[in-house]
Structure formats: structure tokens, C-alpha cells
């Protein structure tokens, strides 16, 4: 089986936020619209303080709350764990907006854009189906489909790795099949201690969050 997964290793992620600025410009997402965005947090009490840049965004959960809510079955899990939208079949209501634990869907009544009329980048990759229906994260599957198809391995062939993972500067996100132990995000989970958002709700997410090395230190 193949299971995609993201990982984030927060001890990389400076909060540039360029993973953020891929997106948009990959899939023209409206100027309020983030479906790549970076929390920063600051923890601790002075002088002890400190702070972590944390990418968030839908995680291909393995239980997602928002297709058990969705009443159009708009809202689908493939086989490979990722979790897709079909925006013919959306109405719109929003029930998984509010089921997400993850604050990761977003809905657009109506187009607009960054500095008033769209830019060429933004003219070309308009999709008016995304109005008035809810979108998130895609992992970027349209790359991934393409680049299987072509017989590239996402993860390692940037033509068929989401955007954001290629534009990290930090090199802070990577991406890959968990079931195959040689990818790269299994190299990156077997070698460091990490965790999931939200696990406890039983969602299973897609996405993990590397933070200390695995093994004896």
C-alpha cells in the first residue's frame, strides 16, 4: 500500500513562510485564504522563553471528521490517505469547517484577488469551481498523479512533490510514502521523535511533526 504523509521537523522551520507563499501562487488561493500557513508560537516564561514556527494546514487524516459529516459525499478519502474535495458534488454548507479540528478548510463566495484585477499568475491558474464550495490542502495531488504517471517518486522528483516541500528553504518539510520504509519521511520518523496534532482525537493525520532525535542521546 502506499500511505502519503508530510512531515515538518520544527527544529528547521525559521517562519519564513515561503511554503505559504508557494501555495497561493501554485493554486491561486484568494488573498485570505492559506491552505499552507505557519503558527508562531512562543512558549516558556522569561528569560526561559522560546519560540517554534509550526506549518499547519489539512492532514490527510486517516479518519477525517469532515467526510463523515459532509452530506454530499463531496468530501473523499483515496486509498493512498489523501483527502480530496469534488467540487460538482460541494453545496457549500460548511459542516466540515466545523468538524475540522484543524481549522483547515476554507470557502470563497466570491473571486478576488491580491491587487485588484488578477496578475498573469493568477489569470492562469483561476478556477471558478473553487467559489462557493469549501477547499483546503491537496497535498498537491494533481503533481502527484502527473508525476506517477510519468513514473517520477514524489518526495524525490520535485515535478511530482507538493509545492511547498520544494520551496522550503530550511528544508524543514519533506514528503513521502510512510508505508515504504526507505522514503523519505520514514528515514525522518524512524530517526527523530515526533508527533501528530490533535492525535488524541483518534483522526490518524497525515502530517508529523519531527521536534528532538529518536534513540539514545
Known amino acids: 500500500m502506499t500511505r502519503w504523509a508530510m512531515v515538518a521537523d520544527l527544529r528547521r522551520c525559521v517562519g519564513c513562510q515561503t511554503c505559504t507563499a ?5 493554486n491561486a488561493t484568494p488573498p485570505d485564504v492559506q491552505w499552507r ?4 508560537m512562543e512558549f516558556g516564561e522569561y528569560p526561559d522563553v522560546q519560540r517554534a514556527f509550526v506549518p499547519v494546514g489539512c492532514q490527510h487524516c486517516d ?16 486509498a493512498d490517505g489523501i483527502v480530496t ?13 466545523v468538524a475540522c479540528p484543524y481549522q483547515a478548510r476554507y470557502k470563497t463566495d466570491r473571486a478576488r484577488f491580491a491587487y485588484g484585477p488578477p496578475i498573469a499568475s493568477e489569470a492562469e491558474r483561476r478556477d471558478d469551481r473553487r467559489l462557493a ?6 497535498f498537491c495531488v494533481d503533481r502527484i498523479d502527473a508525476g506517477l504517471e510519468q513514473g517520477l517518486v514524489p518526495g ?3 515535478a511530482a512533490t507538493p509545492a511547498c516541500v520544494n520551496a522550503c528553504i530550511a528544508q524543514a518539510l519533506a514528503f513521502g510514502d510512510s508505508d515504504d520504509p526507505e522514503s523519505p519521511v520514514s528515514r525522518l520518523l524512524a530517526g527523530n521523535r515526533s508527533f501528530r496534532m490533535h492525535e488524541e482525537l483518534g483522526t490518524g493525520p497525515g502530517f508529523h511533526y519531527l521536534w528532538d532525535k529518536g534513540g539514545e542521546q
Not at 500557513?37 to 508562531?40: F, H, N, S, T
Not at 467540487?87 to 469547517?97: Q, R
Not at 464550495?133 to 491537496?138: M, N
Open 63 to 78: 479518519e477525517p471528521p469532515c467526510m463523515e459529516v459532509c452530506p454530499t459525499t463531496a468530501t473523499r478519502k483515496r
Open 37 to 40: 500557513r505557519v503558527l508562531d
Open 85 to 97: 474535495i469534488d467540487y460538482e458534488l460541494c453545496i457549500g454548507c460548511s459542516f466540515c469547517a
Open 22 to 26: 508557494s501555495c497561493r501562487h501554485v
Open 156 to 158: 524525490v522528483d520535485p
Open 133 to 138: 464550495v469549501a477547499t483546503k490542502c491537496t
